[in-house]
């Protein structure tokens, strides 16, 4: 039997939203829990009428309903609170990236396995139709040898979207900025295991720590080559790109959509997802819903998490390596 899972949500800012209401479209969990250090702008949000609000994380934590929490605090302020919420025997979902920078990552994967809870990380474009089709095409060898992949994210966006944040574009808080990108997540998943990595980042637009330009070649395990562009100071921004190319044919993803099949045919098939090209907050929370849902099936059937910690903290490593091949001027070895 099912038991309905009771999540609370460390953090509320504009993310944490789309986790509320992916976690409330479920037959079998709901969220009865928010912890911010601002309680007073939540007390006008009507979707969070019958759910208890609590000024720290350690008052959520300690709340015998909560069976699992979601972590929606900036990015360099992931690892304390999954620390406590692990050692308190609550499950661990943790909006991306997993934290900013492979220690701090690797301490969260070490305190869910010590306390045998389970830990995701929120990377929902990995349950796009499109995207699942493409990993299945791939997998079933269709596209034979991989040769290329390139992950394309050029976006945009203002001075005002960092001046309205404590913590975006500042390296303490967001580890970075451009390259802290889903693509990125899924090339990997798709071409393996990275071998070295080349990149360059740079800041030009904007007045921040953390770059708005990054480009990194990849050499992967298998002898294939990758690219990835990323940036938020391409007007008017452009939606994210995914190219997988192999000796057989290739696939293209853009905006989340199948659009050239391995034949190269132009295709527009299934539905068209929204882009955060222009605003990060364009996109849906449907997807959020499907990875919700495993998590939650992870929890009642105990099986692991498809992006666990193990998986999330890919990206980590291959983002890290390009700013240490760009500040160091010389290619990284992952492997």
């Known amino acids: 039997m099912n038991k309905k899972i009771g999540f609370g949500i460390i953090g509320f800012g504009s993310i ?14 709901h969220v009865v829990a ?7 702008k939540l007390a006008v949000n009507k979707n969070l009428e019958g759910i208890k609000i609590y000024s720290d994380c350690d008052q959520l934590i300690n709340d015998p309903e ?24 609550k499950h661990v979902i943790v909006e991306k990236p997993l934290e900013i920078d492979i220690e701090r990552s690797k301490e969260i994967i070490a305190a869910c396995e010590k306390h045998h809870v389970k830990l995701a990380c929120v990377f929902q474009n990995r349950y796009s139709e499109d995207y699942m089709k493409l990993r ?17 994210i050029k976006w945009f966006r203002g001075q005002e979207y960092y001046d309205t944040s404590d913590w975006k574009g500042v390296l303490s808080g967001d580890g970075g900025a451009a390259l802290i990108i ?3 997540d899924l090339l990997l998943e798709v071409m393996g295991p990275v071998k070295s990595v080349r990149g360059k980042i740079t800041t030009l637009t904007h007045d921040i720590e953390g770059e708005d330009l990054g480009l990194a070649i990849l050499e992967f395990e298998s002898g294939a080559l990758g690219t990835i562009e990323g ?5 008017a921004g452009f939606p994210e790109k995914l190219e997988i190319h192999g000796e057989k044919g290739s696939m293209i993803l853009e905006k989340g959509v ?3 099949d391995l034949n190269g045919e132009v295709l527009k098939v299934g539905n068209e997802s929204e882009s955060g090209a222009s605003d990060p907050m364009a996109i849906d929370y449907k997807l959020h819903s499907a990875q919700f849902q495993e998590f939650v099936d992870n929890i009642n059937h105990n099986t692991e998490p498809r992006v666990n910690g193990k998986e999330a903290i890919k990206s980590v490593e291959v983002i890290n390596a390009i700013y240490k091949s760009s500040r160091e001027n010389t290619v990284v070895y992952l492997s």
Request: glycine share 8%; net charge positive.
């Open 16 to 29: 944490a939203g789309h986790h509320l209401k992916a976690i409330n479209d479920l037959e079998h969990a």
């Open 34 to 40: 928010v912890s911010t250090r601002n309680t007073s």
């Open 66 to 89: 909560v069976d699992a929490v979601s972590i929606c605090t900036p990015s360099g302020f992931h690892l304390e609170p999954a620390l406590k919420a692990a050692r308190a025997g």
């Open 136 to 152: 299945k095409t791939v997998d079933r060898g269709d596209l034979g040898k991989l040769v290329l992949g390139n992950a394309y």
């Open 182 to 184: 889903h693509t990125i």
């Open 231 to 235: 940036s938020t100071s391409i007007r």
């Open 258 to 260: 199948l659009v050239h």
